[in-house]
């Protein structure tokens, strides 16, 4: 068994049997390492030993199903090597490329390929089991079409309750915004395990009667905030109370301080079973004013008494003109009068699902939602008690002796149904093993319930022999000392009943467990906790001097006193921030070791150790690359969305918007002002002094008459271009009119020869490939075509492809949050923590939530109103909450990759008003922050602000604050290491005039087109002007060529051909013109057709005529030949073929193999004799072997020919070069001697040996 030392919870985590355990596993607390073990002991069991295949464990992606796969497989050889006879190791390892060890979408997709036949799909349609699985984009596509022509169906029909959803929430000029609803409300339902039972349930909710439990679940949650606001408002009271009673105080004014006291504490008496007289009696609730103070007063208390009261009645008066404008009766009616549309849609996306699955099934496509929808009704049936287990899943509980469940925070309520379906959950001996931790939950946006896992988590007990049990591994073994007491800081002040779910206590908080940091030396090398705020607009008045403290060798510069510079206030907090990290990361070369978990030692630490994390890299990460570059920083960041934003397709996009209506004035300007028309901004200006009021094309059109030449020769022919290209865009497809633009204009030419040309034609290729995608749907045009990229831009599916990325490669690396989950690095820097959270989601006309259901704004078509309703204030508030959770989260997650440093960084506007608000909860007792603070934030700094500024490091922020008050002595004493430094522009302005370099006054001389220093430059620039191309030799010889090109060379250069003729010619055409097609295939055609006759055949049914015309029929049947082909095929001659020696030697072969593609490196040398002395450069060969069969331990190959000659010996002469080609990738590849090389001519209907 393994030989690692585990904790006792790791133990019973590896080795607790016989119940269905949650383990809740921390960061860095080895949850993978524990799951493989736990299989691996399983397996090798000494009492009751289980085949690996016994086992279904699921993954949430397909890199940690290999991981997993690959772990498990380094642990059996471990033990294969110390036991190498193991008959038990040895069949293990065999069955473990079968195990079922995948993500659930390729358990789904293995189950439904398996029993396709048994599903029941809505009336005549069934799956065909060759389905494959559609791309994102396709998938967009297939819905446009579908959803386009569900509308047409429903204007046609003239419905009135469609035709009024479509007035209500069909936007403004067309219907988008309703077809985003549908297709946002159909993606949302799948998530539930009964969609369409979901959808018709939601728009009932809006038919029910105030006394109805629906409703009642509304009005409930209402009074809960409620009664929350009114808390925390009576805490600030008190406060204020208090205040007014202390010497000095305004005593006049404690008397309306207790009577507003007075009369929120009897509304709270109220419950929440009493929410109408709840309601009721808060919306007529008005504050007294204050009385006079006269007299000698502390003009401070006065004032912060003023301030805690204003506060309390502006929270009061906001829940009143938000949810207390109307009667609970008037809301209740709004609901009532919304409930026919959204019945209307709730109808429509159940419609739209049926269209949708009918299509996807005609073009025998699924999508991954298809699978698990598909599994589930193969393994399960809904009935009154549930979900009940089918023959199929009751087999597969048979099969399957445990189901593994990694990341298990992260799952659906479908994911959940279909295993509890093949695990024995429900039964009195349950399988289910869930290891996940849901602290660590950051997939809302995938619609994600780490509900499921807090369920089972408050409920499963602690005590082993339970059938159900759960086990917290809280060790963490990846970060040091400082980094855990840091992130149990932040985290037990955040993290509560309020936000998370779970309350971040001593049960759940990090424990310290990385031993290899527990010696002498590495003490000395722990480092602080860095944060760095800078402050991004600072004012423009004397600077207050604030103390920098030391974070290394060098020193932070201070700012310089005095009025900022217009360059100054035009750097944003953006660059601010990437230039302070680019200028620690690059001190943190000269100062800092890390530790070498491979060599078990310290070294400096390296930039491939550092890691830049980010909430969202798509608007961030170019400005951190731009700034990085500047500083001579090798990095890297995978932005993977940069397709729509690349200059050549935006200038392509701006020509197609011309082209489908020339009246956009902002795809005309870029069009005008791109190289396809080249005017410069002067003329722009120009052009626009002809018709200030009237569209850019109307002026256009003014100047192209009244412009003085050149100009106006040039606008003429853009014009004239332009109408030509409008006139071809309405009689032909798009693909045609796009490659006509791309020759007409010449810009794709063009931007080949740009930096980086290859990619930005590639980009141009790709849009010609989406438009070709596009057109083999049902929809048409170049209007919908643009409709269509708009949607995949505004949805987030970028085009842009991923770089691969070495792990070994020395650079920072720039990634999100999200995609650094599950990994580790030495340093973390964690940026733009002031950027606001995106609440884009809360302000849809209809937002949606699993419990709660459809939350709409009410509308009246008529007069263009809008206003929330009471679901939709009930839902946005749930959904707000939420939101912020996550948010806590991935900042959990952010601060948890950091194994040897930890840095946070981020920007506030005006920084003393934000620390005078942070200083707040100073003296506040009790970790968590007052649920004021928690649920009113709009970037993360607006929680780290409060956390740090209790701590007994923060000094300097209370200093700003003016704050004197003490903190509570638990939170005062806490042992994390804070360092904290502030900044603002003119720091960074003063380090860089101190280093001798201004970017601004360098790129001014630039500008001006004024001389700069070459430098050390110089001699490098010069170096690559002078540089040559080594092998000139070979830059006329292809990198790859097929067996054919290599026997036609032979042949040119025998002398058989012409010698005026090209071996490596450009083909014009890739097929024959129609008007020859239509004559009938010719005979490289007619020898193409039977190769694949060939290759499909069954030789054992193909001995009369009569049974190679029936294989041949289903092969046109299913595609695998056109029918055009199978007319031109020599039945009888593929029958003589088969009663030949040959064709008998074949049926009786074994390990018989057909078209077998290869590929073989060969000295380039050997086929080009005047570059033979460039020994070390290789060709690769390409080709494909018509026929392979063994007989004995020698493979025969056969290639058939169909040339007419006159003799075989023609042929063997011919095909001479080939045939040994073939040979010898058959040796090299397959490792076995080749017994005889035949060409079988069917025009002769002989064979030769060659």
């Known amino acids: 068994m393994s030989k690692t030392k585990w904790t006792r919870e790791q133990e019973d985590a590896i080795k607790t049997r016989d119940c269905s355990l949650l383990v809740s596993a921390a960061a860095g607390s080895g949850k993978t390492a524990v799951l493989v073990e736990r299989i691996v002991s399983r397996i090798l069991d000494e009492q009751n030993p289980l085949d690996v295949d016994r086992l279904l464990v699921v993954t949430f992606t397909n890199a940690a199903a290999r991981e997993m796969r690959e772990r498990i497989d380094a642990a059996l050889t471990k033990r294969l090597r110390e036991n190498p006879e193991d008959r038990c190791l040895q069949k293990q390892r065999l069955l473990l490329g079968k195990a079922a060890i995948s993500t659930l979408h390729s358990f789904c997709l293995e189950i439904v390929r398996q029993n396709y036949y048994r599903l029941q799909l809505p009336g005549d349609l069934a799956l065909d089991p060759r389905f494959r699985i559609a791309d994102d984009v396709e998938g967009v596509l297939l819905k446009m079409e579908v959803l386009e022509n569900l509308f047409e169906e429903k204007y046609e029909e003239e419905e009135p309750t469609f035709l009024a959803l479509v007035e209500g929430m069909g936007g403004q000029r067309d219907d988008q915004n309703l077809q985003e609803l549908v297709l946002k409300l159909y993606t949302f339902s799948r998530s539930q395990p009964d969609p369409c039972t979901w959808l018709t349930k939601a728009g009932q909710v809006f038919q029910a009667d105030l006394t109805d439990k629906p409703m009642q679940v509304l009005f409930n949650r209402l009074a809960d905030k409620i009664i929350i606001v009114l808390q925390e408002a009576i805490a600030l009271l008190q406060e204020a109370y208090d205040l007014a009673l202390q010497p000095g105080g305004p005593l006049v004014y404690s008397s309306t301080l207790e009577a507003d006291l007075e009369g929120l504490e009897e509304i709270l008496v109220l419950n929440r079973e009493q929410s109408e007289e709840l309601l009721a009696a808060l919306a007529v609730f008005e504050f007294s004013s204050l009385k006079a103070c006269r007299g000698e007063v502390d003009i401070s208390l006065k004032e912060a008494v003023q301030a805690l009261r204003n506060q309390a009645k502006q929270m009061v008066q906001d829940l009143q003109k938000e949810y207390l404008v109307q009667s609970p009766e008037e809301l209740v009616a709004d609901m009532h009068e919304m409930a026919p549309l959204l019945s209307c849609l709730c109808r429509l996306v159940i419609e739209f699902s049926e269209h949708y699955l009918q299509r996807k099934i005609e073009l025998n496509v699924l999508d991954f939602d298809d699978l698990e929808y598909f599994a589930l009704s193969l393994l399960g049936e809904k009935t009154e008690k549930g979900w009940m287990p089918t023959e199929l899943a009751k087999r597969l509980r048979q099969r399957f002796e445990e189901v593994l469940v990694d990341e298990y925070q992260d799952i659906n309520a479908v994911q959940e149904t279909i295993l509890t379906l093949v695990s024995r959950e429900k039964t009195e001996i349950p399988n289910l093993f869930m290891v996940g931790d849901v602290k660590q939950s950051i997939y809302g946006f995938r619609l994600a319930e780490p509900g499921l896992f807090l369920e089972k988590y408050h409920r499963y007990p602690q005590e082993i022999g339970k059938t159900e049990l759960k086990i917290n591994l809280a060790k963490n073994f990846r970060s040091r000392r400082n980094i855990v007491a840091g992130v149990n800081f932040i985290f037990r002040q955040l993290m509560g009943s309020h936000l998370g779910g779970i309350t ?178 002067e003329e722009l200006a120009r052009l626009r002094l002809h018709s200030s009021a009237a569209d850019f094309y109307v002026a256009l059109c003014l100047a192209a008459r009244k412009e003085e030449e050149p100009l106006r020769s040039t606008l003429r022919s853009f014009l004239k271009r332009l109408r030509s290209w409008r006139t071809f865009a309405r009689r032909n497809s798009l693909v045609e009119l796009i490659w006509l633009l791309y020759r007409e204009t010449g810009y794709y030419d063009y931007v080949g020869a740009l930096p980086g040309g290859k990619q930005r034609q590639a980009n141009l290729r790709a849009l010609l490939e989406r438009a070709k995608q596009f057109e083999d749907t049902t929809m048409k045009g170049l209007f919908k075509f ?130 005078r608000k942070w200083s707040k909860v100073v003296a506040q007792q009790g970790w968590e922050l007052p649920v004021g603070v928690l649920l009113q934030p709009q970037c993360p700094w607006d929680w780290l602000g409060p956390c740090l500024i209790r701590h007994q490091e923060s000094q300097v922020l209370r200093e700003i604050a003016g704050c004197e008050d003490k903190a509570w002595e638990v939170i005062e004493e806490d042992p994390a290491p804070w360092r904290i430094s502030l900044w603002d522009p003119r720091t960074i302005e003063a380090i860089e005039k101190k280093e001798g370099f201004d970017y601004g006054e360098e790129l001014a001389r630039i500008r001006e087109l004024l001389p700069v220093e070459s430098g050390a430059e110089n001699s490098e620039i010069v170096s690559r002007l002078n540089w040559q191309y080594p092998y000139v030799s070979l830059a006329n010889i292809p990198g790859k060529v097929s067996v054919t090109e290599i026997k036609n060379r032979y042949q040119l250069l025998a002398g058989e051909q012409d010698m005026r003729q090209q071996f490596f010619r450009r083909r014009r055409f890739a097929q024959r013109p129609q008007f020859l097609q239509k004559k009938g295939l010719s005979a490289s055609e007619k020898g193409t057709a039977l190769h694949l006759v060939m290759r499909y055949l069954n030789f054992a049914h193909a001995d009369t005529e009569t049974r190679v015309k029936v294989q041949i029929a289903e092969m046109v049947r299913r595609e695998f030949i056109a029918p055009l082909q199978a007319e031109a095929i020599d039945v009888e001659a593929i029958v003589r073929f088969v009663h030949s020696p040959l064709g ?43 026929c392979l069969f063994k007989e004995g331990e020698e493979y025969v190959l056969v290639d058939y020919k169909t040339d007419k000659v006159d003799c075989l010996a023609v042929l063997q002469e011919r095909y001479k070069v080939q045939m040994e080609l073939y040979a010898r990738a058959v040796r090299t590849i397959l490792t076995l001697p080749v017994k005889e090389k035949l060409l079988y001519s069917f025009y002769l209907q002989e064979s030769i040996s060659v």
Request: glycine letters at 6%; charged letters at 30%.
């Open 504 to 681: 971040y206590d001593r049960e759940h908080e990090l424990v310290f467990g990385a031993t290899w940091t527990e010696d002498a030396a590495a003490r000395q090398k722990e480092y602080p906790l860095e944060v760095h705020l800078v402050e991004a607009q600072a004012k423009k008045k004397e600077n207050v001097a604030v103390e920098k403290p030391d974070v290394g060798k060098k020193r932070f510069l201070e700012g310089e006193t005095g009025v900022l510079t217009e360059r100054e206030e035009e750097l944003s907090s953006l660059q601010v921030e990437a230039r302070l990290i680019g200028r620690r990361i690059l001190e943190l070369q000269e100062e800092m070791v890390v530790w070498d978990q491979e060599k078990k030692t310290y070294r400096p630490v390296e930039f491939r150790d550092i890691v830049v994390l980010l909430r969202s890299t798509k608007n961030t990460a170019p400005t951190f690359l731009e700034e990085f570059r500047k500083l001579g920083l090798p990095v890297y960041a995978e932005i993977g969305s940069g397709y729509f934003a690349a200059q050549e397709v935006q200038v392509m996009l701006s020509l197609l918007k011309v082209i489908d209506n020339p009246c956009q004035d902002i795809p005309l300007t870029a069009v005008l002002f791109s190289p396809i028309v080249g005017l410069s901004v």
């Open 786 to 915: 643009l409709r269509f990229l708009k949607r995949l831009a505004d949805s987030g599916s970028d085009l842009g492809t991923a770089r691969a990325l070495g792990e070994n490669e020395n650079v920072v690396r720039i990634m999100s949050i999200h995609q650094s989950k599950g990994l580790e690095f030495p340093v973390v820097f964690v940026g733009c923590l002031g950027k606001p959270f995106n609440l884009k989601d809360l302000s849809g006309d209809v937002l949606l939530d699993r419990d709660l259901g459809l939350g709409p704004v009410w509308v009246d078509p008529d007069k263009r109103l809008k206003y929330p309703t009471l679901a939709k204030l009930i839902v946005r508030d749930k959904l707000k909450t939420e939101m912020l959770a996550e948010e806590v989260r991935i900042l959990y997650v952010a601060m948890t990759r950091a194994r040897d440093a930890l840095i946070l960084v981020g920007s506030v506007k005006d920084l003393e008003k934000e620390a």
């Open 1144 to 1186: 008998k030697r074949i049926c009786v072969g074994e390990d018989l193999q057909r078209e077998v593609p290869f590929m073989l490196a060969l000295p380039v040398g050997e086929l080009y004799p005047e570059v033979a002395n460039l020994a070390e450069e290789i060709i690769i060969v390409q080709g494909t072997i018509d």
